[in-house]
């Protein structure tokens, strides 16, 4: 269990986080670094048995008919991974305790941060690509939360929806390549993955594969050409930036590259892919990150730089690329994050991050100097620092590439190029900020900070001065297990002594240091106000022109497509449903009159009959009143409902019944905005002949679109009876349901996770309906009736003000009415709790309280109900989506797939014999979500009906 709760820590101390006051900033970052060393001391507790066993696992049984289980796998490259990811997010948070304000919402800030955590740990810790993919785009919400902390900010909003968009369309990418490897090996299983990577290239979509897989990674590790978003991703505060760039976020695309590694590299189209895009990011990021005025903008872009190398590393498709790949990520986390806190240093003390105001400030910092100077160097391959080491053997593996000599030729060039720039840009950050004259126009007066906000930087400096002196001693084991999990039998044999001679590789190495100081020589004493050849390029105005170019585009097909009228919309989906109506009889199985059919009962012929007529006059009536066609319609809705009994289904009755008085009461309160009708309709007057044809055109397709659907269905009823699923639910429903009522045993457990996301999606649906009236309002001219047309159309004496709903037509007293409401709790409760073995469940229940309640904001309005019932939709919507989780969770917790029903049966001295299920508490949810969702959005609509009423004196024609 002590893979599950690396993965869960992280979440659970987000909702801690999030509950505690904004004042108790200690409390927070107490909480938070809690949970962060206890994650990299769980991690690292893991060490001994998996140097044993090679790769831990963890399986929790969720959907094993399909294949899918919550996996957790951990091996000695995802326990390093996993170990750079809890250790640097322990230093960040006692960092960020001295950075943040006390005026920040703090509480947001570290519950965002520990699940930023959590996800780059469940991407790491997967052992099932589609968890994978799931966590994937988990970390690019997370990081959007994040950049836009300071959301009063545009730069911020603008760099979050930047980055949530490009690395959103990237996860789209990768799910779509991770489905085609799943296609392929026949399971989403990572061990079975890793298993047939040649099975794969020898796929005939491996092509497509890998360039899926290559827009996943390349644009969440902001690769060529996606590189654009990281730099305007620095508007987070400087602690997220720090961890984003070191240990998360954009080292996601490197390692999941190194982790398909062994299935997809070896070919030449990932050479020019992966590599080709590398060797591009390379140079650009060092390029750019030379002219940058911006201390965070100098590191964004170096990260830019360095994850390019990283990325060519893995392209080159060579072993030892791979190991010198690997051994750069935990380098480049190092010295990125020290630089990270220091350039938030100098902004925190200075309140400026301007490179061209900054100088001299090594007199009054000289700790953070120092500090800072050290990373730096690390950062450009200086010996006898870690990053001099990764840096040697991604040169000499541009030396031996097994390439054309044109390209061997290459490499070595662009290589030594880049690292001429990695000096360059580094110098230009320590000399230009820490000597000189001292600044004397900045916002603050410079000093060093407090040394708990200096600690995690120097300890990340000495991890830097340890690895490049003692590689092999210290970083060492963890790398060959790493490399070893990875690679296997074909793991090669390195070495990473500090000197290996002299050498091409060293001489390379001291040629990058001697060039980048010529290179920054011309920019000392001068500011860089534009980027030569370069900065025409604008990846922003790019971005948003390609977006502001689909907006357009979806507009004039809408335009082209669609019609704003109502009418026109229902018109093409009835016509779809005409076409889907006949398909199946287009060369298809289905024929009619296969299977004997019962003779036609007069009572139930009249029942249609009268159906019939209701629906004819709701649609004769909707033109001249339109409270007595939604009466109508109503009276066809509750044929229907009784046709259902005839037939036996009581369940969908009940359902029907429940759904038309929703559909009644919600079509009730929007009556009021519907435009209002032709004059000629209300005097009388014979309509012209385009309106009688257009009602003709609908009569026949309306018809046509029910009579196919008629078709269809009488072609199903007496069809020849086949083997399919229906026994198997009537034979299973109660030894393994547990239940004699076969469709709530269906929807609740055969079907459970069917439900589970059913519900969801009505979750989602009440609070999009709940936002968008929240900020609608009725254009008065045409959509606010006056009252004299409101008594033509509704029939009513005078509308309720407090409601906003007429009360003419309800022949009841209120006070009646309210007492409905605790009759109707108890009707709902008692559908509830009968539900699993004989009509009833969650859903009706829920409709019946549901209407209750709203019939209480028709009778006594919304001020008297809300300040009376206390219902708060939100909450009933949160609970209902909580229990009905915790009931597949549940299941869960003793290895059963998620939402199997766990029962058990206690004996109570009073009570006697106790039956509890888990699948009560899946119906409480169920019950809790329909009444909030529904309540939600006919309150939100109650609350547009009052807005949109004309006043009193408006009303009645007063001045």
């Not at 709530?744 to 996770?753: A, K, Q, S, T, W």
Request: with cysteine; glycine share 8%; hydrophobic share 55%.
């Amino acid at each position: 269990m002590a893979l599950l709760l690396i993965v869960l820590l992280p979440f659970i101390g987000s909702l801690c986080a999030a509950l505690l006051p904004t004042n108790a900033r200690n409390a927070e970052a107490w909480l938070a670094g809690i949970i962060a060393l206890t994650v990299a001391l769980l991690t690292a507790a893991q060490y001994p048995q998996l140097a044993i066993d090679g790769v831990l696992r963890l399986t929790i049984p969720w959907s094993p008919t399909l294949g899918l289980d919550f996996q957790l796998r951990m091996d000695g490259y995802a326990w390093l991974f996993a170990m750079l990811v809890a250790l640097i997010g322990t230093l960040v948070v006692i960092y960020a305790r001295y950075y943040m304000s006390p005026a920040d919402p703090v509480p947001r800030f570290f519950s965002f941060f520990l699940a930023f955590m959590g996800t780059m740990l469940g991407v790491v810790l997967s052992g099932n690509l589609l968890q994978l993919a799931m966590f994937w785009e988990l970390t690019s919400l997370a990081s959007f939360m994040l950049i836009a902390y300071w959301h009063h900010r545009s730069d911020a909003r603008t760099g979050a929806r930047m980055a949530l968009t490009v690395t959103g369309i990237g996860g789209l990418a990768l799910l779509s390549g991770v489905l085609l490897i799943g296609h392929i090996v026949g399971s989403y299983d990572l061990d079975a993955v890793l298993a047939a990577g040649e099975q794969i290239k020898a796929h005939a979509w491996y092509p497509t594969i890998v360039g899926l897989v290559a827009v996943g990674a390349l644009s969440k590790s902001a690769q060529f050409p996606f590189h654009f978003w990281l730099p305007h991703a620095m508007a987070a505060p400087t602690p997220v930036s720090a961890y984003l760039h070191s240990a998360t976020m954009v080292k996601a695309g490197v390692f999941l590259l190194a982790r398909l590694w062994p299935v997809l590299a070896g070919s030449d189209l990932w050479f020019w892919l992966i590599g080709g895009a590398g060797l591009c990011t390379l140079l650009i990021g060092g390029y750019l990150a030379l002219f940058q005025n911006d201390l965070k903008g100098v590191l964004a872009y170096s990260t830019i730089s360095h994850l390019g190398l990283i990325t060519l590393l893995l392209g080159m498709n060579s072993e030892l690329a791979l190991v010198a790949a690997v051994f750069h990520m935990v380098n480049h986390a190092t010295f990125k994050a020290s630089l990270f806190m220091a350039a938030g240093i100098v902004d925190h003390e200075t309140g400026t991050r301007d490179i061209n105001r900054l100088s001299g400030l090594y007199r009054a910092m000289p700790i953070t100097a120092t500090l800072a100077m050290v990373a730096a160097a690390a950062m450009a391959g200086v010996p006898l620092l870690n990053g001099f080491l990764s840096k040697e053997m991604f040169f000499a593996e541009t030396i031996f590439a097994e390439r054309t000599e044109w390209q061997r030729l290459l490499l070595p060039l662009a290589a030594t190029m880049a690292g001429m720039l990695s000096v360059a840009y580094s110098l230009r950050f320590v000399h230009q900020v820490f000597f000189g004259e001292p600044a004397t126009d900045l916002p603050h007066q410079p000093h060093e900070p407090t040394y708990w906000m200096l600690l995690p930087s120097a300890l990340l400096v000495a991890v830097c001065l340890l690895v490049g002196i003692l590689p092999a001693a210290t970083v060492g084991p963890f790398l060959r297990t790493a490399t070893d999990s990875l690679l296997g039998a074909s793991a090669p044999s390195y070495s990473l002594a500090v000197w290996h001679g002299l050498n091409l590789p060293l001489y390379m190495s001291l040629t990058a240091l001697m060039g980048g100081v010529m290179l920054y020589l011309p920019f000392i004493g001068r500011n860089s106000e534009r980027i030569p050849l370069l900065g025409a390029i604008d990846g922003r105005q790019a971005f948003n022109w390609l977006l502001g170019a689909i907006t357009d585009l979806a507009g004039w097909l809408l335009g082209r497509l669609t019609s704003p009228r109502l009418q026109i919309q229902l018109l093409v989906i009835l016509l779809v449903v005409i076409g889907g109506s006949l398909l199946p009889f287009v060369d298809g199985p289905l024929h009619f009159g296969e299977q004997s059919t019962i003779e036609l009962d007069p009572a139930f012929a009249l029942l249609w009959i009268v159906g019939a007529v209701c629906a004819v006059a709701a649609a004769w009536q909707a033109k001249l009143h339109r409270l007595a066609a939604l009466i109508l319609a109503g009276g066809a809705g509750l044929a229907t409902s009784l046709t259902f009994v005839w037939f036996s289904a009581p369940d969908l009755a009940l359902t029907q019944l429940a759904v038309e008085v929703v559909t009644a009461v919600l079509i009730l309160l929007g009556l009021r905005w519907l435009p209002r009708r032709d004059k000629r309709y209300r005097e009388g007057k014979r309509e012209p002949l385009r309106a009688h044809l257009r009602r003709l055109r609908d009569l026949l397709v309306a018809v046509a679109g029910g009579g196919g659907i008629a078709a269809l269905a009488y072609a199903i009823l007496t069809r020849p009876t086949v083997d399919g699923i229906a026994s198997f639910f009537v034979e299973q429903a109660l030894p393994q349901g547990g239940g004699l009522n076969v469709v709530n045993v269906i929807l609740v457990d055969f079907r459970g996770f069917d439900t589970f996301g059913e519900i969801t999606v009505l979750a989602v649906v009440a609070l999009t309906v709940f936002a968008l009236l929240r900020r609608f309002r009725p254009a008065p001219e045409s959509v606010a009736l006056p009252a004299q047309q409101v008594e033509q159309d509704v029939g009513t004496r005078a509308p309720d003000l407090a409601a906003g709903l007429p009360t003419g037509y309800l022949m009841l007293p209120a006070v009646l009415v309210r007492l409905l409401l605790p009759m109707a709790m108890l009707i709902s409760l008692f559908f509830l709790l009968r539900g699993h073995n004989t009509p009833g469940g969650g859903f009706v229940g829920g409709l019946v309280f549901a209407t209750a309640i709203i019939l209480q904001y028709i009778v006594g309005g919304t001020q008297w109900v809300e300040s009376r019932l206390r219902i708060h939709p939100l909450y009933w919507i949160a609970i209902g989506l909580l229990a009905a989780a915790m009931a597949g969770v549940t299941a869960s917790l003793v290895n059963d797939p998620f939402l199997t029903a766990e029962s058990w049966h206690a004996s109570l001295p009073l009570l006697g014999d106790i039956h509890l299920s888990t699948v009560l508490l899946f119906d409480v949810g169920v019950y809790m979500l329909v009444v909030g969702a529904t309540v939600l959005m006919l309150v939100a609509i109650a609350h547009q009906s009052l807005r949109s009423l004309p006043r009193k004196s408006e009303a009645e024609g007063a001045p």
